[in-house]
């Protein structure tokens, strides 16, 4: 009997460790990560970037532009892309899109696992690649 009253005492006391390290607002999903895989000068003054993307699941790129075409492949999971002047569309492993220069845009994950991808950008050559907008 006392190894019983034991084993609920530490589970009660877990219990409430988990309840006070509980945080007392809510968190936000945390963001995407981008890694730059190569970069290539092409005709005088502009470069091709090929860039690995994730976003987690939750995630969101938050609204933004690029300085020149991006064009997408997604290599996992499901990206809900909301894009200026278009009805948000789904983007799923093996499929691709385009992103024109300028135009407004975000990718949400929307899935249960991670979203990866891979994003070719024709730009000018040291041209900032992301500008978020409000």
Known sequence: MLKSFARHSLVAAAFGAILCAAPTHAQQAPGPTRTVLLRHDTMSGYEMVLVRA??????????????????????????????????????????????????????????SVPAKALATFYVKKGATLTTQVK
């Open 54 to 111: 994730e976003i987690p699941v939750g995630g969101r790129e938050g609204r933004h532009t690029h300085p020149g075409a991006v064009m997408v492949f997604v290599e996992q999971g499901t990206i809900s892309l909301d894009y200026e002047g278009k009805a948000r569309t789904e983007y799923k492993a093996g499929e691709s899109f385009f992103v024109e220069e300028g135009k407004i845009h975000e990718g949400i994950n929307t899935g």
